[in-house]
DNA sequence: ACTACCAAACCGACCAGTCGGTTTTCAAGT
DNA sequence: ACTTGAAAACCGACTGGTCGGTTTGGTAGT
């Protein structure tokens, strides 16, 4: 491949420069210029690295928002007891949650809401990152029902994708009232919802 | 007030093309010229009956979404058995809504997730109208209590603010997926949750 | 004559993207 | 070790086009 540093390294904070704009303004609202007085380069170098905006958007999408939301929820969704293990990610999340972070909520349900009925590609891809999300979720209380931790009776993909579907309308919520006691509320819900999931 | 019907016509087409325009399309990526081009209007009509393409954006989101919104749930929440009547609102919109309302998602929603960390005007005005819907929903909730029919140890604000927040977050992921079973199955999480608030 | 309403030409700012040219990098040749 | 040459990386002025908003001018109703 390339063994460039430097290059990668100027690809790298196009990206993360690009990452911040988009979050903050959406991405249709994100200026190119804006994302190069920012890094300091040049056009020419970032048509060099990315063959348009879209295809910037699309790779911030896949290396940086991606990635993050994963590793937030990696270890959570590894043990064989969901329920515990989610209910204590999302309180540690109540309370360490950033006011920058209320502000700008989650960045792969901005891009959602925003790019969805506009362009296929931008669906698809945040399609299949949410879809990942979900069944890492629907694995993890697969994984707990197995281990006598999670009710039988449950439907593991209804609950899971319903899970899902609630933390981003929280995130969403506390964004639009920039109200830290209304994320609280809310994910408070998800907590007793998931609680009445228990064996 | 003012008497002109062909006037008060223009404004409401102006209106309406502009609600479907930012439907479609997100508030700043809407084209003035664009609702221009579909309503057949010029640019002085536009700007006699608005100051601004902002000041138009505030009047499609206070007389076009959310008077939807409000009429789309009064039934409901006006009875005193809130779980029965809003599980039954939410099953008829899992068959009857439209493939066109799933692709676009919840105006409000939309609007609240684009514009609230940018225009203060626009968040406020989002954050008002979500806040009559919550506390709409939040009495018929203490009704549905006082009539015994709702459980009296449930913190009112807390699980209206949830109800809000997991439906918006419903029809945002069905919106992504562009996937009817989704918008069904997160629906159903939110029945099942509210089932368990029965006293 | 006066006001409300609307049309159309026009403005500066900004947009994503292009292109000819320059610099940097690195391996191959000697 | 030094030169060379070509490709990769980068630069920034420039283009065509669109944007929201303004101005000017007219028309219909009262």
Redesign the pocket.
């Known amino acids: 491949m390339?063994?460039?540093?430097?290059?990668d390294e100027?690809?790298r904070k196009l990206l993360e420069v690009a990452a911040e704009e988009i979050l903050e303004k959406g991405f249709q609202a994100?200026?190119?210029?804006?994302i190069l007085t920012k890094t300091g380069?040049?056009?020419?170098?970032l048509?060099?690295?990315f063959s348009?905006?879209?295809t910037l958007g699309y790779a911030v999408l896949e290396e940086v928002y991606q990635p993050d939301c994963i590793n937030q929820w990696a270890l959570a969704l590894s043990t064989s007891d969901p329920v515990s293990s989610i209910s204590e990610l999302l309180r540690t999340e109540i309370e360490e949650i950033s006011d920058e972070s209320i502000r700008l909520g989650c960045p792969l349900n901005n891009l959602a809401q925003e790019m969805s009925p506009i362009d296929e590609g931008f669906r698809q891809r945040i399609s299949r990152a949410i879809n990942r999300w979900r069944s890492d979720l629907e694995a993890a209380l697969a994984r707990g029902q197995k281990a006598g931790n999670v009710d039988p009776a449950i439907d593991t993909f209804q609950v899971a994708t319903f899970i899902v579907a609630s933390i981003e309308g929280s995130i969403g919520l506390a964004k639009n009232g920039q109200d830290r006691a209304l994320f609280g509320a809310c994910l408070e819900g998800v907590i007793s919802y998931l609680e009445g999931l228990r064996a």
Chains 1, 2 share one sequence.
């Open positions: 390339n063994a460039n540093a430097l290059s100027n690809r994100t200026s190119i210029s804006d380069l040049s056009k020419g170098a048509y060099h690295h348009s905006k879209l």
